[in-house]
């Protein structure tokens, strides 16, 4: 794997408390960060290293404030990459555990990656990695161009893809700044049973032919309290999920202030001039943390696909189900 190149965008700061502004005025569902910590004392940090996210980013049926009310407020949620732990694996030996996550949890066809890590020369040469998500951008360019509207924004900020409408132009590959979508241009293989699983744009399988596919936030995930199938699989913890509403983030072991954690960090957005507003971060760092050195240039392993990880939807029903 060759090193790949790519220019960055480091003026996000400045911005960075605009965005924190203006996702005071968005509806969300709102519990403070005074309510959760006493409920959960000061034992409750370790527990909200569990799988699950915490119980303030939750939004379980019964858990939360009475519908209509005041309270009831929408998430918009955000990815942040904090590239100082992130090693893409080689010091562990392994894949990159965040792409192998991914093609586990939605059947990723063979060849697509819906997140990519590449191993980027730095400005003064040496190398680091950086995962690339789709960028759940607030002003898609790939929403607006689709002629049937197949692509669309929901109200917590994830750009989906409705693949029972989508005709399959790839207006929006063409659209999309980023690279981040593929197209379907055989038949994919789905799992045994996927042909009588209940298809919905935030968890889409089975997958067809001829239709344009994408990273979702694990939408399906993140409604039920869980994090991305990326950040749990992530054994440096580099990948946090955030609320801007809430302006909190967690990467499943540590919970930390949003808009603290990209400003005290510099962290920066991928071609934020192009207008799109993407609401992942970076934070600019090169695996230090784990000992990844400067001029250490091994690329990262081949990922598995979810055949070579021996997944069914029954083993995940069962998983599930623990």
Request: hydrophobic share 35%.
């Amino acid at each position: 794997m060759g090193v790949v190149v790519i220019q960055v965008d480091y003026s996000a700061k400045d911005k960075i408390e605009e965005d924190m502004d203006q996702g005071d005025n968005l509806r969300k569902w709102q519990l403070s960060r005074r309510q959760v910590l006493k409920a959960v004392g000061a034992a409750g940090v370790a527990a909200l290293a569990a799988p699950l996210m915490p119980a303030f980013l939750a939004r379980s049926a019964g858990s939360g404030p009475e519908e209509g009310s005041k309270a009831t407020r929408l998430r918009q949620w955000v990815l942040v990459f904090d590239l100082r732990k992130c090693e893409g694996c080689i010091t562990k030996g392994t894949p990159p555990k965040c792409i192998e996550g991914c093609n586990a949890e939605h059947f990723v066809p063979e060849g697509q990656e819906w997140i990519r890590v590449f191993q980027v020369e730095g400005p003064a040469g040496h190398s680091y990695f950086l995962p690339r998500p789709c960028m759940q951008c607030e002003n898609p360019p790939c929403v607006k161009v689709c002629p049937v509207g197949a692509t669309y924004r929901n109200d917590e900020g994830i750009v989906l893809i409705n693949h029972e409408r989508c005709i399959g132009c790839r207006m929006c590959m063409a659209a999309c700044p980023y690279g981040v979508r593929s197209f379907n241009w055989d038949q994919p293989e789905n799992p045994p049973g996927a042909l009588f699983a209940n298809y919905s744009p935030q968890y889409p399988v089975p997958h067809r032919r001829g239709t344009v596919e994408k990273c979702m936030l694990c939408a399906h995930r993140v409604q039920d309290g869980k994090l991305p199938a990326c950040a749990e699989a992530c054994p440096m913890y580099a990948i946090y999920l955030g609320d801007l509403t809430e302006d909190i983030a967690t990467n499943g072991k540590d919970v930390v202030k949003l808009s603290q954690l990209l400003a005290d960090s510099s962290a920066f957005r991928l071609k934020e001039e192009l207008g799109t507003r993407p609401r992942v971060w970076y934070i600019p760092g090169h695996g230090q943390e784990y000992g990844h050195e400067v001029g250490d240039e091994r690329p990262p392993i081949k990922a598995r696909t979810w055949q070579e990880q021996g997944v069914t939807l029954e083993k995940k029903r069962e998983g599930a189900s623990k």
